[in-house]
T-cell receptor, first 115, second 114 residues
Framework: DVKVTQSSRYLVKRTGEKVFLECVQD?????MFWYRQDPGLGLRLIYF???????EKGDIPEGYSVSREKKERFSLILESASTNQTSMYLC??????????????FGPGTRLTVL | EDQVTQSPEALRLQEGESSSLNCSYT??????LFWYRQDPGKGPEFLFT???AGEEKEKERLKATLTKKESFLHITAPKPEDSATYLC???????????????FGQGTILTVHP
């Protein structure tokens, strides 16, 4: 089974803190994604990566950065956390391919609260 | 701009009462349409992928269908454990390659009462 793990289920941080969210996948997938999910807004793509050290901006990258030093690990960084970044953060991974092989598999999520 | 709209926003059913959820999409070139199930406080769980109009897939009490403009998730004789949020997402062709980007709808919250 595909397994995507996220470092924390719940996280509480203060405004202005630097926050790291870690995601690890064990299926040798090329692609990894970070989303945030908010009531009424659905899932929105923050950043994605299609290879080690490669990254692309998603729909809402402002206030975030990412790092992918190893294929299995994709980190989301909040340089200076703000209250409007309180959200559920979801990591996903997928292989690169055609047909049914590029399904995205999600981790359990990190509920981040910024006070 | 790719758009995905799900309806209804919320659906309440009695156990055994069959119904359907709708996912309408407007995209430049559909590569695949995905259905996920999400339980409260958890990440989405993959259910189905549909690739071409006329395609159907089934899993237990769930059946997904696809046309050129929309997809339906049919739930037959639902049970309380089917209660969850159901998400629809589309993937479009990105030139000669696809990095698997998905555009999600806002979901349908399904509640099945015993």
């Amino acid at each position: 089974d595909v397994k995507v793990t996220q470092s924390s289920r719940y996280l509480v941080k203060r405004t202005g803190e630097k926050v790291f969210l870690e995601c690890v996948q064990d299926m040798d997938h090329e692609n990894m994604f970070w989303y945030r999910q908010d009531p009424g807004l659905g899932l929105r793509l923050i950043y994605f990566s299609y290879d080690v050290k490669m990254k692309e901006k998603g729909d809402i990258p402002e206030g975030y950065s990412v790092s992918r030093e190893k294929k299995e690990r994709f980190s989301l960084i909040l340089e200076s956390a703000s209250t409007n970044q309180t959200s559920m953060y979801l990591c996903a991974s997928s292989p690169t391919g055609t047909g049914s092989t590029d399904t995205q598999y999600f981790g359990p999520g990190t509920r981040l609260t910024v006070l | 701009e790719d758009q995905v709209t799900q309806s209804p926003e919320a659906l309440r059913l009695q156990e055994g009462e069959s119904s359907s959820l709708n996912c309408s999409y407007t995209v430049s070139g559909l590569r695949g349409l995905f259905w996920y199930r999400q339980d409260p406080g958890k990440g989405p769980e993959f259910l189905f992928t549909l690739y071409s109009a006329g395609e159907e897939k089934e899993k237990e009490r769930l059946k997904a269908t696809l046309t050129k403009k929309e997809s339906f998730l049919h739930i037959t004789a639902p049970k309380p454990e089917d209660s969850a949020t159901y998400l629809c997402a589309v993937q479009v062709w990105a030139g000669g390659t696809s990095y698997g980007k998905l555009t999600f709808g806002q979901g349908t919250i399904l509640t099945v009462h015993p």
